[in-house]
Nanobody, 126 residues
Framework: QVQLVESGGDLIQAGGSLRLSCVAS????????MGWYRQTPGKPRELVATITMSGGTRTTYVDSVKGRFTISRGNAENTVSLQMSDLKPEDTATYLC??????????????????WGQGTQVTVSS
């Protein structure tokens, strides 16, 4: 089975920086893209940033984080990080890692599916 585990969330003052990490584990053959979403109570889940995991690197960011957040592939396989700088109180949310188009083996068969992590809490105080 495939699992995504996030880490790095914390309580931090406005203007500070945090680095979130996500590791995908399991019998993974490949992943199309990984990304970070965030969610606060009563609001829809918001895409923060995505990155392709093979071939040329392509990234996308929500406008509100451009210039402050950077998504990157980790040195280890199937890992992704989100470097967050100049954090603002409105960045407070649960940040969830997503893996899109995960190709994995189960027995003799190849499957493709999407996966989510459990989330890591980022709280930015003013």
């Amino acid at each position: 089975q495939v699992q995504l585990v996030e880490s790095g969330g914390d309580l931090i003052q406005a203007g500070g920086s945090l680095r979130l990490s996500c590791v995908a584990s399991g019998s993974i053959i490949g992943i199309n893209a990984m990304g970070w979403y965030r969610q606060t109570p009563g609001k829809p889940r918001e895409l923060v940033a995505t990155i392709t995991m093979s071939g040329g690197t392509r990234t996308t960011y929500v406008d509100s984080v451009k210039g402050r957040f950077t998504i990157s592939r980790g040195n280890a396989e199937n890992t992704v990080s989100l470097q967050m700088s100049d954090l603002k109180p409105e960045d407070t949310a649960t940040y969830l890692c997503n893996a899109n188009g995960v190709r994995y083996l189960r027995g003799d068969y190849l499957y493709t599916d999407d996966y989510w992590g459990q989330g890591t809490q980022v709280t930015v105080s003013s």
